[in-house]
């Protein structure tokens, strides 16, 4: 009875373990090699790398996600969606045994990213931050704080939840798109964005961007022990950007920021020189 005690036991903690590795995000695993983890933005797929995967997976193992909620992926429930990504992240990766893997996220990915560094700071590899910054309310306001954002009725999590719920299924994909012309050139990219971004759950969406909007992970920087790639796209002109990022990255030792003449998502709109700042900064030893 005592070893039948201990099988179930044993086999309720792998299936539990199982369900938080596999609720906080899809994974797809291509290629072999040193592991890298691509983490896609806000509302999108883990399709988003496709291209970026075809280049890198001769050479590494990649583990390409897509979060809860998130384009087809099942959402959850939870008032902390993104601090669950995050230790079910840290879950993943002990779970799987991977040795200092790199971190490649886009936007929201790039947050997430700063997050998993700081947090275990031993735990990653170098990484690479595409458009994302460690305090998204800055961008808008330079004054704003993390406090200052959750006293702001505009960020009250269950009225944001519920007007992006109130939004009509309607014209959604043909109002994005337009949207997505300012973070994009190629309108085909703008209307796959938009999709993603219909797809998504609406809940998911509402929260998600309020969390993301009241974690300011600016103290946290100088916790990071890795060298960080941060790719910047355009923010009217190239000095421009690069003062903004300098200020979001002050407290980042190991830096290296890199101005894209490109839109939010660099991927697409300048894949040649993406490709070639990867490839540069993973060559480094």
């Known amino acids: 009875m005592k070893h039948l005690f201990l099988t179930l036991a044993f086999f309720f903690i792998v299936c539990q373990n199982f369900a938080q590795n596999s609720s906080a995000f899809e994974v797809k695993i291509i290629g072999k090699g040193e592991p890298i ?102 961008l808008y306001n330079p004054l704003a704080t993390a406090e200052s954002v959750k006293t702001n009725p505009q960020f009250n999590k269950a009225m944001v939840i519920e007007n992006f719920k109130n939004l009509p299924d309607e014209g959604y994909i043909d109002n994005m798109a337009k949207q997505m012309a300012f973070q994009v050139n190629d309108p085909v990219r703008a209307r ?51 003062k903004i990022y300098e200020n979001q990255y002050t407290l980042l030792k190991n830096k290296q920021i890199e101005v894209a003449d490109a839109k939010h998502f660099i991927m697409y709109d300048q894949p040649v020189w993406f490709y070639a700042q990867i490839d540069a900064f993973l060559a480094k030893k």
């Not at 902390?80 to 886009?106: A, F, R, S």
């Not at 938009?194 to 103290?219: C, H, K, N, Y």
């Not at 022990?225 to 941060?230: A, G, P, R, S, T």
Request: proline share 5%; aromatic share 8%; glycine share 6%.
């Open 37 to 138: 983890i691509l983490i896609p933005g806000y509302s999108c797929s883990g399709e988003i790398w496709n291209e970026t995967v075809d280049h890198l997976k001769n050479n590494y193992q990649l583990h390409v996600m897509t979060l809860a909620g998130f384009g087809t992926a099942k959402p959850i429930t939870n008032d902390e969606i993104l601090k669950t990504v995050h230790d079910q992240i840290i879950h993943y990766v002990k779970t799987n045994k991977l040795q200092k893997p790199i971190l490649i996220g886009h936007s929201l990915g790039a947050f997430m990213t700063l997050w998993l560094h700081s947090s275990h700071p031993d735990l990653f590899g170098k990484s690479i931050c595409v458009d994302g910054v460690p305090f998204i309310s800055a």
């Open 192 to 242: 796959q964005i938009a999709t993603w971004s219909f797809q998504s759950d609406r809940a998911t969406l509402g929260s998600t961007i309020v969390e993301m909007s009241t974690t300011d992970l600016r103290p946290e920087l100088p916790k990071i022990k890795q060298d960080i790639l941060v790719l910047a796209s355009i923010f009217e002109t190239k000095e421009n950007s690069l």
